[in-house]
């Protein structure tokens, strides 16, 4: 199918799964390259990041952890700029080597909120890995050390991103149509 209706917006395809799949895997092999022998902790964050962590994660083939947090800054398709923690860390991240997996950075505030949040609890290293980044929407700086793919400054849904609560089951990535 090429397009998808989520609620009342209409959506074309513009990432196929097979070229998801593919960055992913290259993605999962960097990171097991920087981060053997460290057990690293990795930290995805709800909802949006479901999908892309459990395939990221299965193609990490070193010995890690897992614990989830959840932060929202989004209503419909507008940033409200609000950044609000709903769940906290659960692990003690104290000297651990950390790496922060995102759906995507748009403004690049939540990231920039979450590293300043980590930081505090004194990790051994904190790495930013995402699945997409909108280059053209960065408002702050952010070091992003693993991206998946670049994509322009477009609203998108599917494989776990969302238009207020739908689209998120899709194995590709599709576009909104502006109308
Ligand atoms: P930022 O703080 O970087 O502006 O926003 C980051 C969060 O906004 C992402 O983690 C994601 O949940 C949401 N977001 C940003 N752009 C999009 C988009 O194009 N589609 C969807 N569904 N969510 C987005
Ligand atoms: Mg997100």
């Known amino acids: 199918m090429d397009t998808l209706q989520v609620l009342d917006k209409t959506f ?31 930290l995805p964050v709800l909802n ?29 398709t507008q940033s409200t700029g609000e950044i609000r923690e709903v769940i906290g860390l659960a692990k003690d991240i104290t000297d651990r080597h950390v790496v922060i997996v995102e759906d995507i950075i748009d403004s690049g505030l939540t990231m920039a909120h979450m590293i300043e949040t980590l930081k505090a609890h004194n990790p051994a290293s904190i790495k930013v890995c995402t699945l997409l980044v909108k280059p ?10 693993y991206c998946c793919m670049e994509i322009p400054n477009e609203f998108i849904v599917g494989y776990g991103l969302d238009y207020d609560g739908f689209g998120r089951n899709t194995r590709d990535i599709y576009t909104v149509i502006e109308s």
């Open 136 to 145: 053209g929407a960065l408002k702050v700086k952010i070091p992003i050390d």
């Open 48 to 76: 949006g990041s479901f999908v892309f962590a459990a395939d990221l994660l299965r193609e990490v083939n070193i010995p890690c952890e897992v614990s989830f947090i959840k932060l929202t800054s989004y209503q419909g």
């Open 12 to 42: 074309r395809i513009s990432i196929p799964e097979a070229t998801i799949k593919r960055e992913v895997s290259r993605v999962a092999k960097e990171i097991a390259n920087d981060l053997n022998g460290k057990e690293p902790l990795f």
